[in-house]
């Protein structure tokens, strides 16, 4: 079993969609929570970071950890064609541990 | 956010030819920076990690002699894939924390080496 796993999509909406895009993993130690964001041939944007259980909040965008289910989330409401990139969820250990990458969800929103 | 740039975005090279990609963090001091390699469709890999003034440490599987990183100071390290072959062609990224516990990393844009 992968450390990270992460549906790679693709995955299409239309614009106004609320998206959810979820990780599952398998280290319980894990404990930093990331969401990046990738357009194609950049280098990955980070969106969210969170510690530990529970939601985060950051305009449209939520993030979520159950760790409990080892099991997290990100949901961007509204969304628009402009989200459209590949998402990579990322967690490590301790502060200062090695991040550990999903594969990315490419999403595509239609106007 | 931070800025960390990476140069050049593209390079296309021959067989047997060594390739250099800098990276730098532009508005900060990051004493540790991470090179990492993206295959399409597969999820960034931790190459190695610099840090300045010292020896780079890599991951398992990952030649040293092959890919050398230099981080000469708290603003630039560089990768150089010597004697580069088909197989090296990939997107090579870099990234650096803001502070000395790396907690938030941020990325340069990327190098798409491409070894004909």
């Known amino acids: 079993q992968k450390e990270v796993e992460q549906d790679p999509g693709p995955l299409s909406v239309p614009e106004g969609a609320i998206v959810s895009l979820n990780c599952t993993y398998s280290n319980s130690a894990f404990q930093y929570f990331m969401w990046y964001r990738q357009y194609s041939r950049k280098g990955p944007e980070l969106l969210m970071y969170t510690y530990s259980s529970g939601n985060k909040e950051d305009g449209r965008f939520t993030a979520q950890v159950d760790k409990s289910s080892k099991y997290i989330s990100l949901f961007i409401r509204d969304s628009q064609p402009s989200d459209s990139a590949t998402y990579l969820c990322a967690m490590r250990g301790g502060s200062q541990g090695n991040l550990i990458f999903g594969k990315g969800t490419k999403l595509s929103v239609k106007p | 956010g931070a800025v960390v740039s990476q140069h050049p975005s593209r390079v296309i090279c021959k067989s047997g030819t060594s390739v250099k990609i800098e990276c730098r963090s532009l508005?900060?001091?990051?004493?540790?920076m991470f090179w990492y390699r993206q295959f399409p469709k597969q999820s960034l890999m931790l190459m190695a990690t610099s840090n300045e003034g010292s020896k780079a440490t890599y991951e398992q599987g990952v030649e040293k002699d092959k890919f050398l990183i230099n981080h000469a100071s708290l603003t630039l390290s560089t990768l150089t894939v010597t004697s580069a072959h088909p197989e090296d062609s990939s997107f090579y990224i870099c990234s650096a924390g803001i502070d000395s516990f790396n907690e938030k990393l941020f990325f340069g844009s990327g190098t798409q080496l491409s070894v004909l």
């Open positions: 508005d900060f001091q990051a004493t540790t």
